[in-house]
C-alpha cells in the first residue's frame, strides 16, 4: 500500500484546512486508515482513525476540531481540521493497517504503511 498525502500549508490561527490522503488500493479493502501528526523532538500523535465501513474514532482532545472521512470512489480519506490553533502547527501523516479493525489498533507501530507526511503551520 502506498499513500500520499497533501493539502498541508502555512495557515492563520483560526482557519480550516483539508488534508488528503490517496492510497494506491481500494480504501474499503485496506482495513484501518489513521492520521497522526508529530512535532520535532516529540513523539508521533494519534488524531483519529476511519475504518473500512467509515467508522471513526479519534483522540479526545481533538475530536471537537478534527473530522475524518473517506470517498472510497477516489481512494482518499481526508482529514478535515477547523479552528486551528498554533499548536496545531506539526507534520501529518496517514498510515495504513490492513485488515485490522480501527478499535484494535491505535499505536503508530501497529500501521504497517505510512505516507511521507505533509506540514501543517499555524500562525
Known amino acids: 500500500v502506498q499513500l500520499v498525502e497533501s493539502g498541508g500549508e502555512s495557515v492563520q490561527a483560526g482557519g480550516s484546512l483539508r488534508l488528503s490522503c490517496v492510497a494506491s488500493?481500494?480504501?474499503?479493502?485496506?482495513?484501518?486508515m489513521g492520521w497522526f501528526r508529530q512535532v520535532p523532538g516529540l513523539e508521533r500523535e494519534g488524531i483519529g482513525s476511519i475504518d473500512s465501513d467509515g467508522i471513526t474514532t479519534y483522540a479526545d482532545s481533538l475530536k471537537a476540531r478534527f473530522t475524518i472521512y473517506q470517498d472510497n470512489a477516489k481512494n482518499t480519506v481526508y482529514l478535515q481540521m477547523n479552528s486551528l490553533q498554533p499548536d496545531d502547527t506539526a507534520m501529518y501523516y496517514c498510515?495504513?493497517?490492513?485488515?485490522?479493525?480501527?478499535?484494535?489498533?491505535?499505536?503508530?507501530?501497529?500501521?504497517?504503511?505510512w505516507g511521507q507526511g505533509t506540514q501543517v503551520t499555524v500562525s
Open positions: 488500493c481500494a480504501t474499503q479493502d485496506i482495513g484501518c
Open positions: 498510515a495504513a493497517a490492513p485488515g485490522a479493525k480501527c478499535s484494535d489498533v491505535a499505536a503508530p507501530v501497529e500501521f504497517d504503511y
